[in-house]
């Protein structure tokens, strides 16, 4: 007498709940790693912005103080070699400045801060600064 089965039996069950573990475990991961590259890119744009804003004030010398609403950066002051920094909670500033020439300097601003595990990031922003400004009549 042959007869014929209905349903599925213990070991397709089985196959078919350790393949769903699987599946998700996989996409579990998968999120798990897109969060830590959305952070990445969300911390890396946060220190860009400000090291930016940092070398863009180091870029104001020259500007008329009466017209300004920020105190502009000095050349001989703000622009010294030498290295300095500013640490706040999230963000360490760092940036050196290098005499090239009598009249031109080049500055580094590096903008680090700790990653989720606790390793430490940087962005790091290069350029030349000459003491002829835009903003100042050349004689």
Request: no cysteine; hydrophobic share 45%.
């Amino acid at each position: 007498m042959i007869t014929k089965q209905r349903g599925f039996n213990l070991i397709e069950v089985i196959i078919a709940l350790v393949m769903m573990v699987g599946g998700s475990l996989a996409l579990l991961q998968l999120q798990i790693d897109i969060e830590k590259r959305v952070d990445h890119a969300q911390r890396s744009i946060e220190a860009a912005n400000r090291a930016n804003d940092h070398l863009e004030w180091l870029m104001t010398r020259g500007t008329s103080v009466a017209n300004a609403n920020f105190v502009p950066a000095n050349y001989e002051h703000d622009l010294a070699a030498g290295e300095f920094q500013i640490l706040d909670d999230d963000y360490h500033l760092h940036w050196s400045i290098v005499d090239v020439q009598s009249d031109v300097k080049q500055v580094i601003v590096k903008s680090a801060w700790l990653d989720r595990e606790q390793r430490w990031q940087e962005v790091k922003l290069v350029t030349i600064i000459s003491q002829y400004s835009e903003f100042v009549a050349q004689r």
